[in-house]
Protein backbone atom coordinates (compact mmCIF):
# COMPACT_ATOMS: atom_id res chain seq x y z
CA UNK A 1 0.00 0.00 0.00
CA UNK A 2 1.21 3.79 -0.90
CA UNK A 3 2.20 5.65 2.05
CA UNK A 4 1.47 9.40 1.07
CA UNK A 5 2.63 11.77 4.03
CA UNK A 6 0.49 15.53 4.65
CA UNK A 7 4.22 17.44 3.87
CA UNK A 8 7.68 16.99 3.95
CA UNK A 9 11.05 18.62 3.95
CA UNK A 10 12.91 19.54 0.74
CA UNK A 11 16.66 18.30 1.33
CA UNK A 12 19.49 17.73 -0.39
CA UNK A 13 23.20 17.50 -0.07
CA UNK A 14 23.45 21.02 0.66
CA UNK A 15 21.94 21.01 4.29
CA UNK A 16 24.31 18.13 5.17
CA UNK A 17 27.50 20.10 3.81
CA UNK A 18 26.38 23.22 5.40
CA UNK A 19 25.91 21.55 8.75
CA UNK A 20 29.28 20.17 8.47
CA UNK A 21 30.98 23.17 7.93
CA UNK A 22 29.34 24.47 11.12
CA UNK A 23 30.81 21.65 13.06
CA UNK A 24 34.28 21.38 11.45
CA UNK A 25 34.65 25.66 12.56
CA UNK A 26 33.17 24.92 16.17
CA UNK A 27 30.46 27.17 16.00
CA UNK A 28 27.30 25.69 17.40
CA UNK A 29 25.54 28.50 19.50
CA UNK A 30 23.23 31.31 18.46
CA UNK A 31 25.79 33.63 20.51
CA UNK A 32 28.86 32.70 18.00
CA UNK A 33 28.53 32.00 14.60
CA UNK A 34 28.83 33.38 10.77
CA UNK A 35 25.85 31.31 9.46
CA UNK A 36 23.60 33.50 11.76
CA UNK A 37 24.80 36.74 9.87
CA UNK A 38 24.72 34.71 7.03
CA UNK A 39 21.24 33.53 6.74
CA UNK A 40 19.66 36.65 8.20
CA UNK A 41 21.02 38.60 5.03
CA UNK A 42 19.47 36.31 2.94
CA UNK A 43 15.81 36.07 4.47
CA UNK A 44 16.10 39.79 4.84
CA UNK A 45 17.19 40.09 0.99
CA UNK A 46 14.47 37.43 -0.09
CA UNK A 47 11.67 39.63 1.96
CA UNK A 48 13.00 42.66 0.58
CA UNK A 49 13.35 43.87 3.95
CA UNK A 50 16.29 45.87 5.56
CA UNK A 51 16.70 43.91 8.08
CA UNK A 52 15.92 40.44 9.89
CA UNK A 53 16.55 38.45 12.96
CA UNK A 54 16.69 34.96 13.77
CA UNK A 55 15.03 33.26 16.70
CA UNK A 56 14.22 29.61 17.71
CA UNK A 57 11.06 29.24 16.58
CA UNK A 58 7.78 30.89 14.80
CA UNK A 59 6.12 31.29 17.99
CA UNK A 60 8.94 33.26 19.26
CA UNK A 61 8.96 35.07 16.14
CA UNK A 62 5.61 36.66 17.16
CA UNK A 63 5.80 37.06 20.95
CA UNK A 64 9.51 38.74 20.10
CA UNK A 65 8.46 42.48 18.20
CA UNK A 66 5.01 42.62 20.37
CA UNK A 67 7.75 42.53 23.54
CA UNK A 68 10.34 44.96 21.59
CA UNK A 69 7.27 47.07 20.27
CA UNK A 70 6.01 47.94 24.09
CA UNK A 71 2.30 45.84 23.19
CA UNK A 72 1.70 45.57 27.21
CA UNK A 73 -0.68 44.51 29.62
CA UNK A 74 -4.75 45.47 29.35
CA UNK A 75 -4.08 46.28 25.28
CA UNK A 76 -5.97 44.69 22.62
CA UNK A 77 -4.35 43.37 19.67
CA UNK A 78 -6.88 42.26 16.47
CA UNK A 79 -6.34 38.88 15.18
CA UNK A 80 -7.83 36.33 12.86
CA UNK A 81 -9.29 33.91 14.64
CA UNK A 82 -8.73 30.96 12.47
CA UNK A 83 -4.32 30.51 13.10
CA UNK A 84 -2.48 27.86 14.85
CA UNK A 85 -3.62 28.88 17.88
CA UNK A 86 0.71 29.96 18.76
CA UNK A 87 -0.76 33.35 17.22
CA UNK A 88 -3.15 34.35 20.26
CA UNK A 89 -0.52 32.60 22.80
CA UNK A 90 2.21 35.57 21.75
CA UNK A 91 -0.24 38.17 22.71
CA UNK A 92 -1.76 36.39 25.80
CA UNK A 93 2.46 36.32 26.58
CA UNK A 94 2.38 39.85 26.90
CA UNK A 95 -0.50 40.35 29.13
CA UNK A 96 -2.20 42.08 25.88
CA UNK A 97 -5.76 40.91 25.45
CA UNK A 98 -6.75 39.20 21.64
CA UNK A 99 -9.53 40.43 19.67
CA UNK A 100 -11.16 37.69 17.67
CA UNK A 101 -11.60 38.86 14.19
CA UNK A 102 -14.01 36.32 11.70
CA UNK A 103 -12.78 35.51 8.13
CA UNK A 104 -13.53 36.10 4.33
CA UNK A 105 -15.75 32.70 3.31
CA UNK A 106 -13.60 32.15 0.78
CA UNK A 107 -9.84 33.06 1.70
CA UNK A 108 -10.36 32.32 4.86
CA UNK A 109 -8.26 34.98 6.42
CA UNK A 110 -9.34 37.99 8.12
CA UNK A 111 -11.76 39.69 7.16
CA UNK A 112 -10.77 43.78 6.92
CA UNK A 113 -14.26 44.86 6.86
CA UNK A 114 -14.87 44.35 10.37
CA UNK A 115 -11.44 45.79 11.89
CA UNK A 116 -13.27 49.53 12.52
CA UNK A 117 -16.05 48.08 14.19
CA UNK A 118 -13.37 46.07 16.69
CA UNK A 119 -11.29 49.41 16.86
CA UNK A 120 -11.71 50.31 20.85
CA UNK A 121 -9.38 52.86 22.67
CA UNK A 122 -7.49 50.14 24.08
CA UNK A 123 -6.59 48.93 20.79
CA UNK A 124 -2.91 48.70 19.97
CA UNK A 125 -2.52 46.72 17.16
CA UNK A 126 -3.46 44.33 14.25
CA UNK A 127 -1.42 40.93 13.74
CA UNK A 128 -2.91 39.66 10.77
CA UNK A 129 -1.98 35.82 9.34
CA UNK A 130 -1.22 34.84 5.89
CA UNK A 131 -3.56 32.01 6.39
CA UNK A 132 -2.50 28.86 4.18
CA UNK A 133 0.10 31.25 2.48
CA UNK A 134 -2.39 33.03 0.91
CA UNK A 135 -1.91 36.87 1.37
CA UNK A 136 -4.09 39.05 3.96
CA UNK A 137 -6.23 42.20 1.82
CA UNK A 138 -3.31 44.30 3.32
CA UNK A 139 -4.37 48.15 1.77
CA UNK A 140 -7.70 47.70 3.97
CA UNK A 141 -5.86 46.36 7.35
CA UNK A 142 -3.18 49.29 6.71
CA UNK A 143 -6.00 51.86 6.39
CA UNK A 144 -7.66 51.00 9.64
CA UNK A 145 -3.73 51.16 11.30
CA UNK A 146 -3.16 54.79 9.83
CA UNK A 147 -6.61 56.02 10.88
CA UNK A 148 -5.88 54.74 14.33
CA UNK A 149 -2.45 54.77 14.78
CA UNK A 150 -1.72 51.42 15.49
CA UNK A 151 0.50 48.74 14.62
CA UNK A 152 0.45 46.16 12.37
CA UNK A 153 2.34 43.01 12.45
CA UNK A 154 2.23 39.92 9.80
CA UNK A 155 2.02 36.47 10.93
CA UNK A 156 4.02 34.59 7.90
CA UNK A 157 4.69 31.29 9.12
CA UNK A 158 2.72 29.60 6.28
CA UNK A 159 3.39 32.19 3.45
CA UNK A 160 7.53 32.35 2.72
CA UNK A 161 7.77 34.14 -0.54
CA UNK A 162 4.03 34.66 -1.01
CA UNK A 163 2.83 38.56 -2.65
CA UNK A 164 0.30 41.22 -2.11
CA UNK A 165 0.26 43.18 -5.21
CA UNK A 166 3.97 42.21 -6.09
CA UNK A 167 5.57 42.76 -2.40
CA UNK A 168 6.66 39.79 -0.30
CA UNK A 169 4.74 39.28 3.01
CA UNK A 170 7.07 39.95 6.27
CA UNK A 171 7.51 43.39 4.05
CA UNK A 172 4.28 45.09 4.25
CA UNK A 173 3.88 46.18 7.89
CA UNK A 174 5.61 46.98 11.41
CA UNK A 175 7.30 43.23 11.65
CA UNK A 176 7.01 40.28 9.53
CA UNK A 177 7.12 36.45 11.86
CA UNK A 178 7.85 33.36 10.10
CA UNK A 179 8.41 29.80 11.02
CA UNK A 180 10.94 27.21 9.44
CA UNK A 181 8.93 24.44 11.46
CA UNK A 182 9.49 21.02 9.76
CA UNK A 183 6.58 21.48 7.27
CA UNK A 184 6.74 25.24 6.61
CA UNK A 185 8.14 26.41 3.05
CA UNK A 186 11.42 25.86 4.29
CA UNK A 187 13.14 24.19 7.43
CA UNK A 188 16.09 24.76 10.02
CA UNK A 189 14.13 22.05 12.07
CA UNK A 190 12.61 24.57 14.51
CA UNK A 191 13.48 27.88 14.39
CA UNK A 192 11.92 31.44 13.16
CA UNK A 193 12.59 34.92 11.94
CA UNK A 194 11.26 38.46 12.27
CA UNK A 195 11.77 41.08 9.22
CA UNK A 196 11.11 44.63 9.60
CA UNK A 197 12.71 48.09 7.77
CA UNK A 198 13.14 49.78 11.73
CA UNK A 199 16.70 49.67 12.59
CA UNK A 200 16.16 51.00 16.26
CA UNK A 201 13.17 47.86 15.92
CA UNK A 202 15.93 45.18 14.67
CA UNK A 203 18.15 45.88 17.35
CA UNK A 204 15.90 45.89 20.23
CA UNK A 205 14.89 42.32 18.72
CA UNK A 206 18.50 41.68 19.41
CA UNK A 207 18.65 42.64 22.35
CA UNK A 208 15.71 40.85 24.03
CA UNK A 209 16.02 37.78 22.42
CA UNK A 210 19.69 36.94 23.88
CA UNK A 211 18.72 38.09 27.66
CA UNK A 212 19.38 41.53 27.17
CA UNK A 213 22.55 42.21 27.94
CA UNK A 214 24.43 45.23 29.16
CA UNK A 215 26.36 46.89 26.74
CA UNK A 216 29.72 48.37 29.20
CA UNK A 217 28.90 45.19 32.14
CA UNK A 218 27.30 42.41 30.19
CA UNK A 219 25.90 41.05 33.06
CA UNK A 220 23.90 43.85 34.12
CA UNK A 221 21.09 43.42 32.17
CA UNK A 222 18.94 46.15 30.10
CA UNK A 223 15.93 44.66 30.18
CA UNK A 224 13.66 41.74 30.49
CA UNK A 225 15.23 39.27 28.00
CA UNK A 226 14.81 36.18 26.59
CA UNK A 227 16.76 33.51 24.90
CA UNK A 228 15.36 32.98 21.99
CA UNK A 229 18.31 32.35 20.20
CA UNK A 230 18.76 30.10 16.74
CA UNK A 231 21.87 28.18 16.95
CA UNK A 232 24.44 28.21 14.33
CA UNK A 233 23.43 25.00 13.12
CA UNK A 234 20.06 25.54 12.45
CA UNK A 235 21.03 28.95 10.77
CA UNK A 236 23.73 26.84 8.64
CA UNK A 237 20.64 24.43 7.36
CA UNK A 238 18.82 27.48 6.83
CA UNK A 239 21.27 29.50 4.47
CA UNK A 240 21.25 26.19 2.70
CA UNK A 241 17.31 26.48 2.05
CA UNK A 242 17.53 30.01 1.57
CA UNK A 243 17.86 29.29 -2.11
CA UNK A 244 15.03 27.33 -2.18
CA UNK A 245 12.50 29.04 -1.55
CA UNK A 246 11.30 29.63 -4.76
CA UNK A 247 11.34 26.01 -5.77
CA UNK A 248 9.49 24.75 -3.35
CA UNK A 249 6.43 28.10 -3.91
CA UNK A 250 6.92 26.08 -7.51
CA UNK A 251 6.07 22.67 -6.50
CA UNK A 252 3.66 24.16 -4.05
CA UNK A 253 1.65 26.02 -6.77
CA UNK A 254 2.26 23.04 -9.19
CA UNK A 255 -0.07 20.61 -6.64
CA UNK A 256 -2.50 23.16 -6.04
CA UNK A 257 -3.05 23.53 -9.65
CA UNK A 258 -3.30 19.84 -10.23
CA UNK A 259 -5.49 19.23 -7.40
CA UNK A 260 -8.01 22.23 -8.36
CA UNK A 261 -7.92 20.75 -11.85
CA UNK A 262 -8.92 17.33 -10.45
CA UNK A 263 -11.11 18.59 -7.75
CA UNK A 264 -13.23 21.55 -8.84
CA UNK A 265 -16.50 19.58 -10.46
CA UNK A 266 -17.39 17.94 -7.21
CA UNK A 267 -19.76 20.06 -5.35
CA UNK A 268 -19.31 19.09 -1.80
CA UNK A 269 -15.67 20.22 -1.38
CA UNK A 270 -14.77 24.29 -1.03
CA UNK A 271 -11.32 24.57 -2.57
CA UNK A 272 -8.27 27.40 -2.05
CA UNK A 273 -8.58 30.23 -4.03
CA UNK A 274 -6.36 32.90 -5.25
CA UNK A 275 -7.60 36.36 -5.19
CA UNK A 276 -5.98 38.76 -7.93
CA UNK A 277 -4.40 40.91 -5.87
CA UNK A 278 -2.08 37.83 -4.81
CA UNK A 279 0.42 34.93 -4.99
CA UNK A 280 -0.54 31.93 -2.75
CA UNK A 281 2.42 29.72 -2.16
CA UNK A 282 -0.38 27.44 -0.97
CA UNK A 283 1.21 26.17 1.89
CA UNK A 284 -1.19 23.28 2.53
CA UNK A 285 -3.80 22.42 0.33
CA UNK A 286 -7.13 22.95 2.78
CA UNK A 287 -10.59 21.41 2.28
CA UNK A 288 -13.60 22.03 3.85
CA UNK A 289 -16.07 19.36 3.09
CA UNK A 290 -19.22 21.83 2.33
CA UNK A 291 -22.18 20.86 5.17
CA UNK A 292 -20.51 17.61 6.59
CA UNK A 293 -20.50 17.00 10.53
CA UNK A 294 -17.24 16.79 12.62
CA UNK A 295 -18.48 12.73 12.57
CA UNK A 296 -18.49 13.22 8.56
CA UNK A 297 -15.02 14.61 8.65
CA UNK A 298 -13.13 12.02 10.88
CA UNK A 299 -14.81 9.06 8.89
CA UNK A 300 -13.04 10.94 6.05
CA UNK A 301 -9.78 10.85 7.33
CA UNK A 302 -10.24 7.33 8.64
CA UNK A 303 -10.89 5.94 4.97
CA UNK A 304 -8.03 7.92 3.81
CA UNK A 305 -5.93 6.55 6.23
CA UNK A 306 -6.73 3.12 5.62
CA UNK A 307 -5.35 3.99 2.31
CA UNK A 308 -1.69 5.47 3.43
CA UNK A 309 -3.01 8.77 2.81
CA UNK A 310 -1.91 11.35 5.75
CA UNK A 311 -4.19 14.10 6.08
CA UNK A 312 -4.36 16.47 8.63
CA UNK A 313 -7.33 18.79 10.78
CA UNK A 314 -7.88 22.18 10.05
CA UNK A 315 -7.14 25.01 12.76
CA UNK A 316 -10.09 25.34 15.51
CA UNK A 317 -10.75 29.32 15.93
CA UNK A 318 -9.91 30.97 18.94
CA UNK A 319 -13.09 31.78 19.66
CA UNK A 320 -13.85 27.80 20.28
CA UNK A 321 -11.17 27.56 22.26
CA UNK A 322 -12.52 26.16 25.47
CA UNK A 323 -9.54 27.14 27.60
CA UNK A 324 -9.90 30.73 26.41
CA UNK A 325 -13.73 30.31 27.05
CA UNK A 326 -13.52 29.65 30.00
CA UNK A 327 -11.56 32.84 30.93
CA UNK A 328 -13.85 34.87 30.01
CA UNK A 329 -11.51 36.27 27.13
CA UNK A 330 -14.10 35.26 24.27
CA UNK A 331 -17.67 33.76 23.40
CA UNK A 332 -18.23 31.05 20.93
CA UNK A 333 -20.53 32.78 18.87
CA UNK A 334 -17.89 35.50 18.30
CA UNK A 335 -16.92 34.69 14.33
CA UNK A 336 -19.64 32.90 12.82
CA UNK A 337 -17.94 32.45 9.22
CA UNK A 338 -15.03 30.72 11.14
CA UNK A 339 -17.08 28.52 13.35
CA UNK A 340 -18.80 27.37 9.91
CA UNK A 341 -15.85 25.47 8.63
CA UNK A 342 -14.13 24.65 12.04
CA UNK A 343 -15.16 20.93 12.29
CA UNK A 344 -14.91 20.33 8.55
CA UNK A 345 -11.67 20.89 6.99
CA UNK A 346 -8.76 19.23 6.20
CA UNK A 347 -5.34 19.23 4.56
CA UNK A 348 -4.64 17.29 1.47
CA UNK A 349 -0.55 15.69 1.05
CA UNK A 350 1.09 18.46 -0.70
CA UNK A 351 4.73 17.92 0.05
CA UNK A 352 7.13 19.44 -2.59
CA UNK A 353 8.14 15.66 -4.00
CA UNK A 354 4.76 14.59 -4.96
CA UNK A 355 4.03 13.09 -8.08
CA UNK A 356 1.01 13.40 -10.49
CA UNK A 357 0.67 9.71 -9.45
CA UNK A 358 0.62 10.43 -6.30
CA UNK A 359 -2.16 13.24 -6.62
CA UNK A 360 -4.10 10.77 -8.27
CA UNK A 361 -4.19 8.15 -5.94
CA UNK A 362 -5.28 11.29 -3.62
CA UNK A 363 -7.87 12.42 -5.33
CA UNK A 364 -9.45 8.75 -6.27
CA UNK A 365 -9.58 8.36 -2.40
CA UNK A 366 -10.91 11.26 -1.70
CA UNK A 367 -13.88 10.36 -4.24
CA UNK A 368 -13.95 6.92 -2.23
CA UNK A 369 -13.99 8.54 1.01
CA UNK A 370 -16.92 11.21 0.25
CA UNK A 371 -18.79 8.36 -1.47
CA UNK A 372 -19.16 6.44 1.55
CA UNK A 373 -22.50 6.70 3.69
Given at each position: ??????????????????????????????N?????G????????????P????????????????????????????????????????????????????????????????????V????????????????????????????????????????????????????????G???????????????????????????????L???????????M???????????????????????????????????A????????????L?????????????????????????EQ?????????????????????????????????????????????????????????????????????????????
Open positions: MKKITVSQPYLDSAETEAVNAALRGGELSGFGSFIEFERKFADYCGCHAVTVSNGTTALHLPLAALGVKQGDEVLVSTLTNMATFFAVLYQGAVPVPVDIEPDTLNMDPALLEALTPRTRAILVVHLFGHPVDMDPVLAVARKHNLLVLEDCAEAHGALYKGRKVGSLSDACFSFYANKIITTGEGGMVTCADAALAAKMRSKALAFGDTLKFHKDLGYNYRLTNLQAAIGCAQAGKIDEVIAHKRRIAYYTSKLSALPEQLPVEKPYARSVFWMYHIVLKGKTVRAAAMKFMAGKGIEVREGFIPYNLQEIFIARGLTQKDACPVANSVAYNSFYLPSGPVLSEEDMDYVVASLKEALAQR
